[in-house]
T-cell receptor, first 115, second 115 residues
């Protein structure tokens, strides 16, 4: 069965420092991977995706993610964190078990950026 | 493009009552998904439509749940005889089929509280 794991419940970073939010996946075929961000009382916002091609994927708000097939990881990164980046981040993988590709989400990682 | 909208944003109901939620997807999107999110968890897939056809349902979708998308545009999710365990955020997402278009765009959600 397809799954994603986000090993950290919370990540704390000082403003201006680089940030990494970790994600590992388990899929039966080629992984289609996604990152979403959720602000309080709001829906999920799409940040970026990996389907194929370059292992380094760039997305919205200065975020990027690195796909690593050998480590089955898809970590989210940003060179310089902002206080406004504080939110809940979800990694997701396309479900090959379903017929039309619904997403399977991790439990989320709370990112806290302090001034 | 006004994004995915959901109505109501909040619903408080007594156990045993029926509730109905509405989702309006992005206008040109042919795929519509319903997810449920509980506190501390990522969204979990409930059901999926392509145009007006409901093509997949999760085992999470008990017989008390029904969803429709009568004209291939907006969708409704009804929960009959609500239980306290139904309390959650119900998220709607839409997407457009096409090469590379695998990301889903989410609405703000409907938060259901069953007392």
């Amino acid at each position: 069965a397809q799954s994603v794991a986000q090993p950290e419940d919370q990540v704390n970073v000082a403003e201006g420092n680089p940030l990494t939010v970790k994600c590992t996946y388990s899929v039966s075929g080629n992984p289609y991977l996604f990152w979403y961000v959720q602000y309080p009382n709001r829906g999920l916002q799409f940040l970026l995706k990996y389907i194929t091609g370059d292992n380094l994927v760039k997305g919205s708000y200065g975020f990027e993610a690195e796909f690593n097939k050998s480590q089955t990881s898809f970590h989210l990164k940003k060179p310089s964190a902002l206080v406004s980046d504080s939110a809940l981040y979800f990694c997701a993988v396309r479900d090959y078990g379903g017929s039309q590709g619904n997403l399977i989400f991790g439990k989320g990682t709370k990112l806290s950026v302090k001034p | 493009d006004t994004g995915v909208s959901q109505d109501p944003r909040h619903k408080i109901t007594k156990r045993g009552q029926n509730v109905t939620f509405r989702c309006d997807p992005i206008s040109e999107h042919n795929r519509l998904y319903w997810y449920r999110q509980t506190l501390g968890q990522g969204p979990e897939f409930l059901t999926y439509f392509q145009n007006e056809a409901q093509l997949e349902k999760s085992r999470l979708l008990s017989d008390r749940f029904s969803a429709e998308r009568p004209k291939g545009s907006f969708s409704t999710l009804e929960i009959q005889r609500t239980e306290q365990g139904d309390s959650a955020m119900y998220l709607c997402a839409s997407s457009l089929t096409g090469q590379g278009n695998y990301e889903q765009y989410f609405g703000p959600g409907t938060r259901l509280t069953v007392t």
